[in-house]
Every structure is written in C-alpha cells, then in structure tokens.
C-alpha cells in the first residue's frame, strides 16, 4: 500500500511559477513509475508529466519546456516544477504512482489568475 501527498499548490498569476511535492509512505518507491496529473472543471484527468523508476520523463506537447518532474527515491518525494503558467493551467494536479497497482493521491489546487 502506497500512500500519496500532494503538497505546494496555491494561487498564482500568470507567468509565474510554482513547485509541486508529492511525498510517498512505503518502501521500494525507487521502483515505482511516478505522474503528475491534472484534472480541470468539466474536463477529463490528463497527463502532464510522467517519469520512470530510471529517470525517464514524458511531456505532452502543452506543458513540454515549462513543467518538469523529478524524484528523490532517497525521500519518497516526486517534484513538478511549474514555470511560465497560464491559466489554461489551472487545474486539480494529482500526483500518481504505478507498480503492478495504480495509486493516486488526493489533489492540490493550482490556479492561474491575474
């Protein structure tokens, strides 16, 4: 059983940026594939960046340049860091954990305003 935090969301004009934690219980987190998700009002969840138990990462074409995810397997803890946002960013981002089972944790909100 894998437990997820999101921490870091908040309020934040545009152009600016922001930096997402996801702190994990639970041994063996190095061997977990690791997301970001984001799920905006009225709109289906969609991945935003995504990075293996080897240090791969993936982006959709949306966010690639401005939003990059990292892990610390030594504290359990995936970052994203968010720059250049827009309000099109503004969404509930969920940090997700895959290895055999699927675990999601329970959001944080980012919102992009002037």
């Known amino acids: 059983q894998v437990r997820l935090v999101e921490s870091g969301g908040g309020l934040v004009q545009p152009g600016g940026s922001l930096r997402l934690s996801c702190a994990a219980s639970?041994?063996?987190?190095?061997?977990?594939?690791l997301g970001w998700y984001r799920q905006a009002p009225g709109k289906q969840r969609e991945l935003v960046a995504s990075?293996?138990?080897?240090?791969?990462?993936n982006y959709p074409d949306s966010v690639k340049g401005r939003f990059t995810i990292s892990r610390d397997d030594a504290n359990n803890t995936v970052y994203l860091q968010m720059n250049s946002l827009k309000p099109e960013d503004t969404a509930v981002y969920y940090c997700?954990?895959?290895?055999?089972?699927?675990?999601w944790g329970q959001g944080t909100q980012v919102t992009v305003s002037s």
């Open positions: 990075i293996t138990y080897g240090g791969r990462t």
């Open positions: 997700n954990a895959h290895l055999a089972k699927t675990y």
């Open positions: 639970g041994s063996i987190f190095s061997l977990y594939a």
